[in-house]
């Protein structure tokens, strides 16, 4: 399996833009993760999916910011608008309930709101 | 409520010596699962172990070595003989999973640098 796939890799918007992060996770895996990182407030769980059902969104920030997961290979995470303190970098992961809960991360996408 | 604390922000090492990064949890469920992450500068965060909490056996793998201790409620990292390619930041998470419902908590990292 290639891994969990994000995309784009890189994002430079002006405020007040729509961002779309996409993500493919390992197939067979029944879990799905988004984080974002900063270094203010480090790794934090925006929300996860268990089969495509959004399960807690509590770490979801504010209502510009919306994910879903329509099939079990994508997902996708919105901003609505974009604001220059969503700037982060935001990771996709997913993982096998069935198997160790071990978390595979994607490469993450680097988002910059100027 | 769950909380990990790596208290450690920053530790610098000379190159062969030997390092341990801490990492200190608090839940009060029985059942969960700690692992270790590591984010070199690259930016990936790299799966390096994963512990359930009824197996408190230390394991080693390589220079790397991990030390679970239930009584403190710990799950420190050793690095022994640390090289260049040791510099990054690991993290330190711990796992909830109660029928299908996931609680996650990770640690606020540790950066180490190793100087040659």
């Given at each position: 399996?290639?891994?969990?796939?994000?995309?784009?890799?890189?994002e430079v918007?002006?405020?007040g833009q729509?961002?779309?992060?996409?993500?493919?996770p390992?197939?067979?895996?029944?879990?799905?993760?988004?984080?974002?990182?900063?270094?203010?407030?480090?790794l934090?769980?925006?929300i996860y999916?268990?089969?495509?059902?959004?399960?807690?969104d509590?770490?979801?920030?504010?209502?510009?910011?919306?994910?879903?997961?329509?099939?079990?290979?994508?997902?996708?995470?919105?901003?609505?608008?974009s604001?220059p303190?969503?700037?982060?970098?935001?990771?996709?992961?997913?993982?096998?309930?069935?198997?160790?809960?071990?978390?595979?991360?994607?490469?993450?996408?680097?988002?910059?709101?100027? | 409520a769950q909380?990990?604390t790596?208290?450690?922000?920053?530790?610098?090492v000379?190159?062969?010596?030997?390092?341990?990064?801490?990492?200190v949890?608090e839940?009060?469920d029985t059942?969960y699962?700690?692992?270790?992450y590591?984010?070199?500068p690259?930016?990936?965060?790299v799966?390096?172990?994963?512990?359930n909490?009824?197996?408190?056996?230390?394991?080693?793998s390589g220079?790397?070595?991990?030390?679970?201790?239930?009584?403190t409620?710990s799950?420190?990292?050793?690095?022994?003989?640390?090289?260049?390619?040791?510099?990054?930041?690991?993290?330190?998470?711990?796992?909830?999973?109660s029928?299908?419902?996931?609680?996650?908590?990770?640690g606020?990292?540790?950066?180490?640098?190793?100087i040659?």
């Amino acid at each position: 399996d290639a891994g969990v796939i994000q995309s784009p890799r890189h994002e430079v918007t002006e405020m007040g833009q729509e961002v779309t992060l996409r993500c493919k996770p390992i197939s067979g895996h029944d879990y799905l993760f988004w984080y974002r990182q900063t270094m203010m407030r480090g790794l934090e769980l925006l929300i996860y999916f268990n089969n495509n059902v959004p399960i807690d969104d509590s770490g979801m920030p504010e209502d510009r910011f919306s994910a879903k997961m329509p099939n079990a290979s994508f997902s996708t995470l919105k901003i609505q608008p974009s604001e220059p303190r969503d700037s982060a970098v935001y990771f996709c992961a997913s993982s096998d309930f069935g198997d160790s809960d071990e978390q595979y991360f994607g490469p993450g996408t680097r988002l910059t709101v100027t | 409520a769950q909380k990990v604390t790596q208290a450690q922000t920053e530790i610098s090492v000379v190159e062969k010596e030997d390092v341990t990064l801490d990492c200190v949890y608090e839940t009060r469920d029985t059942t969960y699962y700690l692992f270790w992450y590591k984010q070199p500068p690259s930016g990936e965060l790299v799966f390096l172990i994963r512990r359930n909490s009824f197996d408190e056996q230390n394991e080693i793998s390589g220079r790397y070595s991990w030390n679970f201790q239930k009584s403190t409620s710990s799950f420190n990292f050793t690095i022994t003989a640390s090289q260049v390619v040791d510099s990054a930041v690991y993290f330190c998470a711990l796992i909830l999973n109660s029928g299908g419902y996931q609680k996650v908590t990770f640690g606020t990292g540790t950066k180490l640098q190793v100087i040659p």
